[in-house]
Nanobody
């Protein structure tokens, strides 16, 4: 069973930064891709950023230039560096991984951007 454990959420003022972390119980190279999703109350869960096993990345238009996804293979940790945060970024953020058979999700970490 794969476990994905997120941390790093919290409250921050507009314009601030946070870094989310996701520790995987399985090595990264066993996944086809990993990424971050977010969901706000009353909205659909949306993809924020993804990174493939080959290292290719893609981002939602709303976060391009502000968020950066990266990984550290040693401790099997995925990161999401979030800069210039806006109130619209307020959501629960979920770590996601997929191999060629299944999808896996973390429990989520909350990010609140408010004055």
């Amino acid at each position: 069973q794969v476990q994905l454990v997120e941390s790093g959420g919290g409250s921050v003022q507009p314009g601030g930064s946070l870094r989310l972390s996701c520790v995987s119980s399985r090595v990264f190279f066993s996944f086809r891709s990993m990424g971050w999703y977010r969901q706000s109350p009353g909205k659909e869960r949306e993809s924020v950023a993804r990174i493939t096993v080959g290292g290719n990345t893609n981002y939602a238009d709303s976060v391009k230039g502000r968020f950066t996804i990266s990984r550290d293979n040693g401790p099997n940790t995925l990161y999401l560096q979030m800069n210039s945060l806006e109130p619209e970024d307020t959501a629960n953020y979920y770590c996601h991984a997929s191999d060629w058979l299944n999808d896996y999700w973390g429990q989520g970490t909350q990010v609140i951007v408010a004055s």
